[in-house]
């Protein structure tokens, strides 16, 4: 393994601690057709894994590592008189990876029925399937381009067999009271920064063994925080830090005033953590954490 920094964060890159099985880039390749309407393969195409990544693109690459991503195959396709289609097929190794990759994403454009869930607009495609993350894109719209750009997507989806069910996590959130293209899931704190600043330092102790959802709720602009632990004493650990270093050394579960006078508070329910960020009124914060404690397994 070698070190490499993320969002800011150094840790370890975890190519080698993989649990799930890896697809192969001869494995991955089959997954993608030769030709989609007049739009042929242009080029080979290529391959990466682990920090590979960074030889192909930049930043984003840091938040596929968040997940843990395994492989990335990169395919072009050509036709004459018309924009190149570019596709990424990413094997995330897990498909609550993959999910949490596409609702890091999530909101940016129109459902569509592809994948197990699928989002098109201007031009750009994105979906989940089982362990695997795809994105299509044209750069420039015309009728011809985006029904390649689908028909390329549904070819994809249809060659991948195996499907992942959503982390069941989320299922947790208050029915109704979410807006359901804000879900965000992941389990490393860089990420949760990057949708609801916390705090550098990773107070809630959130890493691959742990899970996290994260969603705004329709009233206001409050948010709401759930995350689930390995165990009782490690949500115990993470309540504490969290208290101590957000809450203004809080030593309850709040519902405490912030500085930008809105509220936040905390509950723990044996090994799940949930958060209210940004409540209008104490009452609001209490209120949301006794709905998600209503809807715990």
């Not at 799930?20 to 739009?39: E, F, K």
């Not at 682990?50 to 072009?76: H, N, P």
């Not at 399937?129 to 750009?149: C, H, L, P, S, W």
Request: charged share 20%; aromatic share 12%; glycine share 8%.
């Amino acid at each position: 393994m070698k070190p490499v920094t993320v969002l800011g964060i150094l840790f370890w890159c975890p190519c080698a601690l993989s649990q799930g099985t890896t697809s192969s880039p001869t494995t991955m390749q089959t997954l993608l057709p030769t030709s989609i309407g007049l739009w042929c393969v242009s080029e080979p195409s290529r391959s990466y894994s682990g920090t590979q990544i960074f030889d192909y693109m930049d930043g984003a690459g840091e938040v596929y590592l968040a997940y843990d991503y395994r492989s990335l195959i990169v395919q072009r396709y050509a036709r004459q008189d018309q924009q190149e289609i570019l596709v990424e097929l990413f094997d995330m190794d897990l498909p609550r990876n993959a999910f949490g990759v596409f609702s890091y994403m999530l909101g940016r454009g129109p459902a569509v029925p592809i994948g197990q869930e699928g989002e098109y607009r201007s031009g750009l495609l994105c979906f989940w399937k089982g362990k695997y993350f795809v994105y299509v894109q044209i750069d420039r719209e015309n009728e011809e381009a985006t029904a390649a750009v689908l028909d390329l997507g549904r070819a994809i989806a249809s060659r991948i067999q195996e499907e992942g069910e959503r982390p069941a996590i989320i299922n947790s959130l208050p029915g109704g009271e979410y807006l359901p293209t804000t879900v965000r899931y992941f389990f490393r704190h860089e990420i949760l920064n990057s949708h609801y600043f916390v705090a550098e330092s990773n107070l809630l102790l959130l890493d691959r063994t742990s899970e996290a959802v994260l969603a705004r709720l329709t009233e206001g602009q409050s948010y709401v925080l759930l995350v689930g632990y390995a165990s009782d004493e490690r949500a115990d650990s993470a309540q504490k830090g969290f208290l101590s270093g957000y809450l203004h050394g809080a030593t309850g579960a709040g519902p405490v005033q912030r500085d930008s006078g809105k509220w936040s508070a905390c509950l723990r329910d044996r090994h799940y953590l949930a958060i209210a960020f940004d409540a209008a009124t104490a009452q609001h914060a209490a209120a949301i954490l006794e709905n998600v404690k209503r809807r715990l397994p």
